[in-house]
């Protein structure tokens, strides 16, 4: 649940220490060793009849390499005290980010409290904002913050292109939502769909609009870091940009362009991205099946691999700690090593709804959470590979959702919901779900949060 590790301060002791006691030297007419029988350095010796005492190493030495006092502990009281007290400059703490997850889904403790939006049509993506706000982004191009405390909505103007941007043939809405590390910097769609606009965290003041990369809609955004961000488009090209200092010195809105659009070889449609820290790569799911890796320093594309499972691959997510990605498709989710782009055996994992389609997915520690296209949400243990039980009964955990809104002339036709975005927030208690009816000529939406 939650480690500390404490650095010696001269003088005092830690909540966590345990006081070993010291070895009982026994009076012998032979000669007694202290040490090991490793190889001897410099040593002293002290001779009293036939009572022999050998050091190899010097105090300080021998009071780091056998100290007194355990410097760890796993007691979560200790690391609420202590850091309640401003020691984190004296160790390293660490909570396990998915206790409180687990816990809350192995015992049966979220409950849906669903959110009314309106007419809204399907959402899309989403990201917590903070501890009591949610933005999202549906298919009528709007760009949502929903308020927990107030139960309130606002929305947020889009940002507008340049006249000679023309949309195309269709808009498909708002697909993605990014936010830098720092939390100072939302990307996602402009009001033309092709395009991205950049907003100031936490006032959402316009920043910037990032133009002229694509010809299609804009389907995913990744941050590398602070200013660098890559897109993935329908028309198969990925663009790279850097939003510079530039964009919070200028009274008007700065628009700027890509560093540099290629297209992305073997693919058709980019649909997904994810940020391979480790290596230093960039992931990009295709519709026909394709995973694709670029090298981020030189933004080129290095190799592709075909999927076993390829159908309707719409949703992907990267977790450092294995260096893996989870890959949804119609009936399966795939884990993937990073590095090989190979399956990992025993986690090829079969949908409890195989022909519905998997939408979304995320990694919260080892737990996979998988968005399903017919109203459910499902949990995977990476470490037990398999899908998650309750504590009191053998049934799957499994978040049923209700039908959330569909037009009047609509209501009377029964219909799941597909789970195309979902997250958790910083805790790990509260979960929101959202999306809307699967098929596309139907309109609707979903949304609620699961604590």
């Known amino acids: 649940m939650a480690r500390v590790v404490k650095k010696p301060v001269y003088g005092s002791l830690s909540s966590c220490a345990r006081i070993l006691k010291p070895p009982i030297a026994h009076d012998r007419e032979d000669s007694i060793s202290l040490s090991s029988s490793s190889s001897l350095s410099e040593c002293s010796l002290k001779r009293k009849d036939d009572f022999l005492l050998r ?8 009071s780091s390499s056998n100290p007194k006092y355990s410097q760890i502990s796993n007691s979560f009281v200790d690391l609420v005290s202590q850091r309640s007290l401003g020691f984190e400059r004296h160790g390293h703490f660490q909570v396990n980010p998915e206790y409180g997850t687990r816990h809350l889904l192995t015992n049966g403790n979220f409950r849906e409290h669903t959110i009314k939006l309106g007419e809204m049509n399907k959402i899309f993506c989403s990201q917590w904002l903070n501890n009591r706000q949610i933005v999202f982004g549906s298919k009528c191009n709007k760009l949502t913050v929903y308020d927990i405390l107030k139960k309130e909505t606002f929305s947020i103007p889009l940002l507008k292109c340049l006249e000679n941007r023309k949309p195309p043939a269709s808009q498909c809405g708002i697909h993605s939502l990014a936010i830098n590390p720092s939390r100072s910097i939302l990307a996602t769609g402009a009001e033309n769909t092709k395009d991205i606009a950049f907003y100031k965290l936490p006032t959402f003041d316009p920043l910037a609009v990032g133009e002229g990369a694509h010809d299609d809609w804009m389907f995913d955004l990744q941050w590398l870091d602070d200013y660098f961000l890559v897109s993935g488009s329908r028309d198969t090209t990925m663009a790279l940009w850097r939003l510079n200092d530039d964009c919070h010195s200028e ?3 700065f628009r700027f362009k890509a560093l540099v659009v ?13 940020y391979n820290k480790q290596e230093m790569e960039i992931a990009a799911l295709s519709l026909n ?12 594309q290095i190799r592709s691999q075909k999927l076993h499972h390829g159908l309707e691959t719409v949703c992907m997510s990267y977790q450092d700690e294995h260096n893996v990605y989870a890959i949804g498709s119609r009936s399966h989710t795939t884990i993937l090593d990073a590095r090989t782009l190979q399956p990992i055996q025993n986690k090829n994992i079969v949908s409890l709804f195989p022909t519905s389609g998997i939408r979304s997915v995320s990694f919260r520690g080892d737990i996979l959470t998988i968005g399903t296209g017919t109203g459910a949400v499902l949990f995977y243990d990476l470490r037990a590979t398999k899908y998650m039980h309750f504590n009191d009964r053998p049934e799957e955990i499994m978040f ?10 609509e209501a009377v036709t029964r219909y799941t919901p597909a789970i195309y975005t979902h997250c958790y927030d910083e805790t790990g208690t509260r979960f929101f779900a959202a999306g809307g009816p699967l098929a596309i000529e139907r309109k609707g939406h979903y949304a609620s949060i699961w604590k």
């Open 262 to 274: 290629k297209k992305c070889r073997t693919a058709e449609k980019v649909r997904a991205l994810a």
């Open 251 to 253: 009274d008007s809105l």
């Open 400 to 409: 049923k959702t209700n039908t959330g809104w569909v037009p009047s002339d």
């Open 55 to 62: 050091y190899e190493d010097s105090d300080e030495e021998e």
């Open 289 to 300: 099946g394709y995973i694709h890796v670029w090298k981020v320093a030189a933004f080129k």
